[in-house]
């Protein structure tokens, strides 16, 4: 039976790793495309690229951060508890791009994992051990402060690339920023890769763990492959209702605040991943990051109505998660 868990648990990884490329593609593409930067086709393929260097590269930051997580308990109760959490990561994440709203798969599987941790306790299994501390460090902190400060930084960093081309005509900025802009993607992309390459490869390390077939004190390399190559598949998919939403209905930035938006993204994402070893959520660093730069001008574009949904669909997930987690771990509990 813990053979089979293992193997659901492995294809639930699959298809969490490339939804989660599927619907953060928006995340480098929405602006460079808006902005015709590049072509639809090309922005995707470039993100795609980087995409898989960046989460060839994250094996060490899920070490470091397998380590700082919770104790899963042995055998067919623990594979069971990351089966429920990625199936209910995986139907809110599908549900929220029906809608065209960037959502974090991060908050979606913790959710789903502290949803799953509690129904156990009413079967009688063994919960998560750590998961208090988890929520604060990787839910609660990161959705309260992430989105505020890519929102300051990239709302403070528009004065300076605006007093940096006060001389120069707007045609003349807007062709030169638009070519930053593909370097931009790539680097966006590239972050992702990073950041959220380590939820898939956290996850089959405790898997494994689980089953008895290893630790999380190294990454194999087919972990690695495995959760790059889903990430980047899912990535060259799409998931043009979400970009739809940043680069056209939430905020209608010129390039040049595209870019500022893009840089700011880019550098906090780089800082979690290497300098902190902090999972950041890439769909609310990006998305906070366009609506702060999209403030700083002289007319409103960014759609308010829609910005207080994405904020109440950001808080709902974790909450979401947790409860259609708890259903699915009920549900499978008898094959425990």
């Known amino acids: ?11 639930l990884a699959a298809g969490f790793a490339f939804l ?17 930067s590049l072509t639809p086709s090309i922005a995707v393929l470039l993100a795609g690229f980087f995409n898989l260097a960046g989460a060839l590269l994250s094996g060490s930051f899920a070490v470091a951060v397998g380590g700082r ?10 594979l069971a508890l ?9 139907l809110w994440g599908v549900y929220q791009w029906r809608r065209g709203y960037p959502s974090s798969s991060t908050h979606a599987l913790i959710g789903g994992l502290a949803g799953a941790s509690s129904a ?26 992430s989105p505020v400060v890519a929102f300051a930084l990239s709302f403070l960093t528009v004065y300076p690339a605006v007093w940096a081309s006060r001389h120069s005509q707007p045609s003349f900025v807007n062709r030169r920023v638009r070519r930053v802009q593909a370097v931009g993607t790539a680097a966006v992309a590239f ?17 494994l763990a689980a ?22 598949a899912g990535t060259l998919t799409g998931g043009w209702r979400v970009s739809y939403t940043l ?5 209608k930035i010129d390039p040049m605040r595209g870019m500022v938006a893009q840089l700011v993204s880019s550098v906090l994402l780089f800082i979690g991943a290497i300098g902190l070893h902090l999972p950041l959520s890439t769909t609310h660093t990006v998305t906070s990051s366009i609506i702060g730069a999209g403030l700083n001008q002289r007319f409103s574009v960014t759609n308010g109505r829609l910005w207080l949904r994405i904020l109440r669909a950001w808080v709902a997930t974790p909450i979401a998660a947790a409860v259609l987690g708890a259903i699915l771990y009920l549900a499978v509990s008898p094959l425990i």
């Open 191 to 207: 972050g992702h890769g990073l950041q959220d390459a380590q939820r898939t490869a956290t996850v089959l390390l405790l898997a």
């Open 1 to 11: 039976m813990a053979t089979a868990f293992l193997l659901v648990v492995v294809i």
């Open 20 to 36: 989660n490329g599927f619907r953060d593609a928006s995340s480098a593409v929405a602006i460079a495309v808006r902005n015709r």
């Open 247 to 251: 680069g056209s209905r939430l905020a």
């Open 69 to 78: 997580l919770f104790s899963l308990p042995r055998g067919t109760a623990g």
């Open 82 to 90: 990351l089966a429920a959490a990625l199936t209910a990561a995986c």
């Open 211 to 232: 089953a008895g077939l290893g630790g999380t004190g190294a990454v194999p390399a087919w972990v690695l492959i495995f959760s790059a190559v889903l990430l980047a």
């Open 120 to 145: 156990s306790t009413l079967v009688g299994e063994q919960p998560l051990h750590g998961l208090d501390s988890t929520l604060l460090t990787l839910v609660v902190l990161p959705l309260l402060l």
